[in-house]
């Protein structure tokens, strides 16, 4: 891998462009490792969130070659990610990253899963977790490595998809009417929650083309940004989940708030054009 990187002048589109290459550059090496590393038959080495939130060996080989990269590429930024943890940094940057973005996909042998690593400022908490109802998402990449699709996006510079044709620049569709969308969502890990989830569902489908979901929040957003579904939608995301795949959508031109208009966050991610986004989150709304 390449030598430490002078991000430039704080703010600027170098620091965007430089923080934007060495995301994409730790997210590859990540996924050659899970690809590569992909036994026939995964274990699952613990649970998280409930006995259905599952955490194999390699997501945590995967966030230790993250983490161990970024501190060798970026001393003195922060580190926050899906298996370790926080890791406070001096710089006022932290990256944020899920090793294995769908890790039940990886488990079961679907080829939806994804590396996600972005890179934040959070003015209102500087030196401490970084918080997306506060965070500025400077630079990301959502890399596919069973699609061989590598999305990523820097602030105020565009985002773009790179696979085998070449790298080409993203722009989101505006959007159709609402029983024209075909819309993503997904489903939390906790009961509960998948029940209201569930009821949700059952309202908007009769309203829409169609709904899908892969179980991968990344690969979600990136395909709002690249027009393959019209919208997303979920309950419950965490911030690695959708740090990276935030930027590519919006720096696509697509819109990205929570169910109220406000930042997304765990209580509610909609994604869309900006001609749907408002019919849709209107469709979402209670009652």
Not at 61 to 81: K, N, Q, V
Not at 133 to 142: I, K, Q, R, Y
């Amino acid at each position: 891998m390449s030598a430490v990187v002078d991000g430039g002048a704080p703010g600027g589109p170098q620091e965007a462009a430089a923080l934007r290459a060495v995301a994409e550059q730790v997210a590859r090496a990540a996924g050659e490792l899970i690809s590569r590393g992909r036994p026939d038959r995964v274990e699952v080495a613990a649970t998280k969130s409930s006995p259905t939130d599952v955490v194999t060996a390699m997501d945590t080989a995967s966030e230790r070659l993250l983490r161990t990269e970024l501190a060798r590429l970026r001393p003195g930024d922060g580190f926050l990610g899906e298996e370790g943890g926080h890791e406070p940094g001096s710089s006022g940057l932290t990256w944020v990253v899920d090793p294995i973005d769908g890790t039940v996909n990886y488990l079961y042998g679907l080829r939806a899963y994804a590396v996600s690593v972005a890179c934040v400022r959070d003015d209102a908490h500087p030196l401490g977790r970084p918080d997306p109802a506060t965070w500025t998402v400077l630079a990301g990449c959502v890399h596919d490595p069973a699609g061989q699709e590598t999305w990523s996006a820097g602030r105020g510079l565009g985002a773009t998809l790179a696979d085998a044709r070449g790298t080409r620049r993203l722009s989101a569709p505006a959007g159709p009417a609402l029983g024209q969308a075909l819309v993503a969502t997904g489903f939390g890990y906790d009961a509960e929650r998948r029940a209201e989830q569930a009821r949700v569902l059952a309202g908007l489908l009769p309203r829409v083309r169609d709904l899908r979901r892969i179980g991968t929040a990344s690969l979600d957003l990136c395909s709002v940004a690249a027009g393959r579904v019209d919208a997303y939608y979920e309950r419950g995301l965490n911030p690695w989940d959708f740090a990276a795949g935030l930027l590519v959508a919006t720096e696509a031109g697509a819109v990205v708030t929570d169910f109220d208009g406000a930042a997304p966050g765990g209580h509610g991610l909609l994604a869309a054009g900006p001609a749907l986004h408002p019919v849709l989150r209107e469709a979402l709304a209670p009652g």
